[in-house]
Nanobody, 115 residues
Framework: QVQLVESGGGWVQPGGSMRLSCAAS????????MNWFRQAPGKERELVAFITQGAGSPHYAGSVEGRFTISRDNTKNMVYLRMNVLKPEDTANYSCKAYVSRNYWGQGTQVTVSS
């Protein structure tokens, strides 16, 4: 069955960096686009970045363009989100998502940006 497991969240000061990882299993990873979403308390879930299948072309929300980098390693079935110059407004629960006949979500990892 499809499984997505995120890791790498935690607390960081404004201006800091963090890398999130998502381990995928149960499907042919290289054939599917992968997505990172986030949801802050009281706000709707938003798409942060996605990367296309295969070699992977990245795409970003305007709020993170230039600060976040999504990447994938098809040999390891992993997708990453490198986050630089973090801001308090980046505080959220971050989840990876894959659409494999239907949406599958990981359990999420909390990122808190504060001083």
């Amino acid at each position: 069955q499809v499984q997505l497991v995120e890791s790498g969240g935690g607390w960081v000061q404004p201006g800091g960096s963090m890398r999130l990882s998502c381990a995928a299993s149960g499907f042919t990873f290289t054939r599917y686009p992968m997505n990172w979403f986030r949801q802050a308390p009281g706000k709707e879930r938003e798409l942060v970045a996605f990367i296309t299948q295969g070699a992977g072309s990245p795409h970003y929300a305007g709020s993170v363009e230039g600060r976040f980098t999504i990447s994938r390693d098809n040999t390891k079935n992993m997708v990453y989100l490198r986050m630089n110059v973090l801001k308090p407004e980046d505080t959220a629960n971050y989840s990876c998502k894959a659409y494999v006949s239907r949406n599958y979500w990981g359990q999420g990892t909390q990122v808190t940006v504060s001083s």
